[in-house]
């Protein structure tokens, strides 16, 4: 077997292995969604006393449901953000993303985040106390406390409001909520005393959600759920691991629980989306997930240190919340400029992270002076190939070369026999006297595996490729190119496949067929190998990916088009001034003849009578 073919076939297959295999031996878990009936059932025995302050509270759903309902709101209007603030518990559990739709259709519904108890995919974001010293559980407020508003009757990035409760025991709690012009809210918590001995009360933030989202992807290469920061070390859990986390009422037993020393955060991450609370950094805290299996609930908590109020005294905490799209940008600024230690942590950059940070950095920098993700992703890869050219350049040299010692090849062949040994050892002897390394010719294949993989993570995690267009039908580069050749990519006056579905597998759009051209194309810079097997593995290669990537983002698949095209061009060239010259049209027509032949000889075969 030519070990130039062998070696590109070894390494095309290694890379189809490494995209597959993942998806074949780790499928997502299907788990069923409780849907809303099923939750509301879900509920714990009122009989029996929460034995944990920040435990939901043991109240029958639709009573939960009237108290949300009834509470009085005070609205937020910001540039990214619209919703409201629920006096129940002081709840942020009304909030949508103004700027990001949830399709593309037109007059489809902005992105919600947040939503009140009694609906669908209930989530919110509450601020309380814990009692301690000097103070009864009923004396401080809770995430089911009705607060007063004290100031303010519109949350924008230029007038915060005040809430404020009085437990009529000398002790009146404030909570003064901000938010800035992107999505960053702010909650002085304080404490005032006026009674006549010292008290003592911890602060805390919970973030919980109602059930697991009901848009769950569950998808091998993105991470849902859980996310945190403790000391420098980030934690990612799936819902499905934190249920592990069971709280346990009567016994009070806690699964997952860090004892923060000195800076982090923790909350829920989506898709694009995420909601964390963040304590003052240098500051201990107790961070702690938590799963409520009665109820279906995740809950995220953040418990400060305890404070002692003297009397004639107060004392204030603040703690962030974060709830909004995970843009770069927003989040790299609370990281530097805010003082969020490994906030941009957050964006799920996977195992590849030293890929993917700096291959974002570059779209995302090359974006902002084009202002087109499209044209930025092929001008990245004019930018990716320069950078391992000087690699790919010593491999071509090396298939170069190759190639100008076929003949010789063929000649010791001959000469070997069917005596393997003597075969190989040949090869060897030739290569070292020619000083070629039959290996390298798998080098610009295997270089591309991690950044292949590096810029699918990036083009499917991050918001910002997510509804970008580039030209004509390709509106979003986050999804598979919705063109298709059922309709003869829109020719016909029907539609094509919905983007997932197995039809649009098989009648796939404009790209994945381009891609599929200049697979085909580039095999052809070499003559076809003369072994029957690797005829047939190169003749279906670039058609079995073309069906393959077909599903995937456009934006990846036109990366791996743009790396086929500058491929081409580079190994042709390459090539040609090493002596070299790869004739592509006079391998299209021997490709083309060898397959009349072989059908002909076929056709004689069967028409043979049988002995």
């Not at 490994?342 to 964006?347: C, H």
């Not at 539609?495 to 085909?520: E, Y």
């Not at 097997?533 to 079995?544: D, E, G, N």
Request: charged residues 20%; hydrophobic residues 45%.
């Amino acid at each position: 077997m030519n070990d130039q073919n062998r070696n590109l076939i070894l390494a095309t297959l290694l890379s189809f292995a490494v995209i597959m295999s993942w998806t074949l031996l780790f499928p997502p878990e299907e788990i069923p969604l409780d849907t809303p009936a099923e939750v509301a059932t879900q509920t714990a025995d009122p009989t029996v006393p929460s034995a944990d302050p920040i435990a939901p509270a043991a109240t029958a759903p639709a009573a939960a449901e009237e108290a949300a309902a009834e509470a009085v709101r005070i609205p937020i209007e910001t540039p990214e953000l619209t919703g409201s603030i629920s006096m129940l518990g002081g709840r942020i559990d009304d909030l949508a993303l103004t700027g990001y739709r949830e399709t593309l259709d037109e007059g489809a519904p902005i992105v919600r985040l947040l939503r009140p108890v009694g609906e669908q995919d209930a989530y919110f974001a509450s601020f309380g106390w814990t009692a301690t010293d000097g103070l009864d559980v009923t004396a401080v407020p809770g995430p089911d406390t009705t607060w007063s508003v004290e100031s303010g009757d519109v949350l924008t990035p230029t007038n915060p409001v005040t809430l404020v409760w009085d437990n009529d025991a000398g002790q009146i709690f404030r909570t003064e909520i901000s938010v800035d012009d992107r999505f960053m809210f702010s909650f002085a918590q304080s404490v005032e005393n006026a009674g006549e001995a010292a008290v003592a009360a911890r602060p805390y933030g919970i973030l919980r959600r109602h059930g697991e989202p009901s848009d769950l992807k569950r998808f091998f290469i993105l991470h849902e759920g859980l996310v945190r920061m403790s000391d420098g070390e980030l934690d990612e859990t799936t819902y499905r691991k934190i249920t592990d986390h069971r709280f346990d009422e009567r016994e009070r037993t806690q699964a997952d629980r860090i004892e923060v020393q000195e800076s982090g955060w923790i909350g829920y991450t989506d898709h694009y989306w995420m909601t964390t609370m963040i304590p003052e950094q240098g500051t201990p805290f107790r961070s702690t997930s938590k799963y409520f299996e009665a109820r279906n609930l995740f809950q995220a908590e953040a418990v400060m240190p305890a404070s002692t109020i003297a009397p004639g005294e107060s004392v204030t905490v603040v703690t962030r919340l974060f709830a909004g799209a995970k843009e770069w940008d927003a989040i790299r600024d609370y990281e530097r400029e805010g003082g969020v230690g490994g906030f941009l942590d957050s964006i799920d950059w996977g195992w590849f992270f030293f890929l993917t940070k700096p291959i974002f950095w570059l779209l995302h920098t090359l974006n902002l002076y084009i202002g087109n993700m499209g044209w930025s992703i092929l001008v990245l890869t004019l930018i990716l190939k320069a950078i391992v050219l000087p690699l790919a350049y010593k491999s071509y040299v090396s298939m170069a070369r190759m190639k100008e010692l076929q003949p010789e090849m063929e000649k010791l062949k001959e000469r070997a026999g069917e005596d393997k040994q003597a075969m190989q050892q040949g090869m060897m002897k030739l290569y070292k006297e020619n000083k070629v390394n039959p290996a390298s010719g798998c080098l610009p294949i295997l270089l591309q595996i991690p950044i292949f993989f590096s810029l699918y993570k990036v083009i499917f995690v991050t918001i910002e490729l997510r509804h970008a267009p580039w030209i004509g039908w390709i509106d979003d580069l986050s999804a598979p190119d919705p063109s298709s050749i059922i309709n003869l990519f829109g020719l016909l006056p029907w539609g094509a496949p919905d983007p997932g579905s197995i039809l649009s597998l098989i009648f796939i759009g404009i790209l994945p067929i381009f891609l599929g051209v200049s697979m085909w194309m580039q095999q052809k810079l070499n003559p076809a190998p003369t072994d029957a097997t690797q005829q047939m593995i190169f003749a279906w290669m670039p058609w079995v990916f073309m069906f393959m990537l077909g599903g995937f983002a456009s934006g990846l698949v036109l990366y791996w088009i743009a790396n086929n095209i500058i491929t081409f061009v580079q190994q042709y060239a390459i090539m040609r001034s090493h002596g070299a010259k790869p004739d592509v049209f006079g391998n299209i027509k021997s490709s083309l003849k060898r397959k009349k032949a072989d059908a002909a000889k076929a056709e004689k075969a069967a028409s043979k009578p049988d002995k």
